[in-house]
């Protein structure tokens, strides 16, 4: 497992721009396929977004495809997610986590979790 820790959450209105970041604690993160979930109030914890740690794929919930980029900095241990267009029922906290072997948009393949960070989109 590796640490995580989240930032970038906030307050923006619909049709802004946020970065979140996930910054890992080791090495090993560069093996590691990284994915974003988020979970809104009263809602299961969704997927959002995956990158290989190859960098060579990403895949994307059909509800962000097209307004939300994942990305990796591996020699900086950190992933991103820049979220454009963003709407009210982007609403919900963030989570990174992190998958050792699986390519996959379930959260029962992650094993690392970061403590999650909150993002509002008011209208």
């Known amino acids: 497992q590796v640490q995580l820790v989240e930032s970038g959450g906030g307050l923006v209105q619909a049709g802004g721009s946020l970065r979140l970041s996930c910054a890992a604690s080791?090495?090993?993160?560069?093996?590691?396929?990284m994915g974003w979930f988020r979970q809104a109030p009263g809602k299961d914890r969704e997927f959002v977004a995956v990158?290989?740690?190859?960098?060579?794929?990403?895949d994307y919930a059909d509800s962000v495809k097209g307004r939300f980029t994942i990305s990796r900095d591996n020699a900086k241990n950190t992933v991103y997610l820049q979220m454009n267009s963003l709407k009210p029922e982007d609403t919900a906290v963030y989570y990174c986590a992190g998958a050792p072997q699986f390519y996959s948009r379930s959260s029962r393949d992650y094993d690392s979790w970061g403590q999650g960070t909150q993002v509002t989109v008011s209208s």
């Open positions: 080791e090495r090993t993160f560069r093996t590691y396929n």
């Open positions: 990158i290989a740690w190859t960098f060579s794929s990403a």
